[in-house]
């Protein structure tokens, strides 16, 4: 098990990234992460932000892992673009879950989280991944029986507040906006984003392919949520 804490630091680029790795080329598995976000980005401005618990971005493989993020992790966005997600902040490649007899790891994502944001904000904010453009699967092993949700692939609970109704902005249980495929994905936990319009259990908002995936979370939203 590796224990990260993320605190705020100046930043000069237009571009931020914030993981354990800028991005992901190549594979990473069998890894669990605690996690916990300290950030505060009030001072910047029209920045693009990639934040995950592995990396802020991945256009590899991560397979067989599990982050959890840490009460009091808190990230504040103000007048910038947020991707963010407990893995990573967008998925270019695949993420495996895949659950067997054996599996030390079942579930992606687990923990809590808050972020505030005003109506400028632009983000799209997912328990496990903020902006999905490949794959994100997860498989188990036939005969398996699933005890307390255990084999969720994400259980989070976050809370997402803004200062009046944003409309251009996407939240979701376990990724926050997709456009390619999502399979066989489960999340529970509470999505609590009250001013906020594509806000839903499995994912915000959605123009890829979703096969075989539930939801059992609680969700609060302000237009568009499922």
Do not use: W
Request: glycine share 14%; charged share 10%.
């Amino acid at each position: 098990t590796f224990t990260k804490e993320f605190k705020s630091c100046s930043n000069t680029t237009n571009e931020v990234y914030i993981g354990l790795f800028k991005e992901i080329t190549g594979t990473i598995s069998g890894i669990k992460l605690d996690v916990l976000f300290n950030l505060d980005f009030s001072e910047n401005t029209g920045k693009t932000i990639y934040i995950g618990g592995f990396a802020g971005k991945n256009s590899g493989t991560i397979e067989n892992v599990s982050v959890e993020i840490k009460n009091g992790s808190s990230i504040s966005v103000d007048n910038n673009t947020l991707y963010f997600g407990g893995v990573v902040g967008v998925n270019n490649g695949t993420i495996l879950n895949n659950i067997t007899a054996s599996s030390k790891l079942t579930m992606l994502v687990s923990g809590k989280f808050e972020i505030g944001c005003i109506s400028a904000s632009i983000i799209s904010v997912g328990g496990a991944v903020g902006q999905n453009n490949g794959t994100i699967e997860r498989t188990i092993e036939a005969g398996l029986v699933e005890f307390n949700n255990s084999f969720a692939t994400a259980n989070v609970n976050m809370t997402i507040s803004c200062d009046s109704v944003n409309t251009q902005s996407c939240v979701g249980g376990i990724v926050g906006s997709s456009t390619n495929l999502l399979s066989n994905l489960e999340s529970v936990g509470t999505i609590t984003a009250s001013n906020f319009d594509n806000v839903g259990g499995v994912v915000g908002n959605n123009s890829g392919t979703i096969e075989n995936c539930l939801s059992q979370a609680v969700v609060v939203g302000h237009d568009n949520v499922g």
